[in-house]
């Protein structure tokens, strides 16, 4: 995620990209997992399961802090 994009907004994607036919491999690849290292990336992709499972909004919120710092 774009360090400058309003957290919002990238809620409000994960959201929209929730309802893809394969969530899962729509939203790692939006959050470029394999561009990670490899724990960063295993625990992002564990953290985008939770997500596409419960739909919750904080677990997004919590996705998207998670994925700041991976790309910091």
Same mark, same amino acid.
């Given at each position: 995620?774009?360090?400058?994009?309003?957290?919002?907004?990238?809620?409000?994607?994960?959201?929209?990209?929730?309802?893809?036919? +394969?969530?899962? &491999?729509?939203?790692? !690849?939006?959050?470029?997992?394999? =561009?990670? #290292?490899?724990? +960063?990336?295993? &625990?992002?992709?564990? !953290?985008?399961?939770?997500?596409? =499972?419960? #739909?919750?909004?904080?677990?997004?919120?919590?996705?998207?802090?998670?994925?700041?710092?991976?790309?910091?």
């Amino acid at each position: 995620m774009n360090p400058k994009e309003d957290p919002a907004t990238g809620v409000q994607m994960l959201l929209a990209l929730r309802k893809e036919a +394969d969530p899962l &491999r729509v939203i790692t !690849e939006y959050l470029k997992v394999k =561009e990670m #290292g490899p724990s +960063d990336h295993i &625990r992002t992709k564990h !953290e985008a399961k939770v997500f596409v =499972e419960s #739909g919750d909004v904080k677990a997004a919120e919590n996705l998207l802090k998670q994925i700041g710092r991976a790309h910091v």
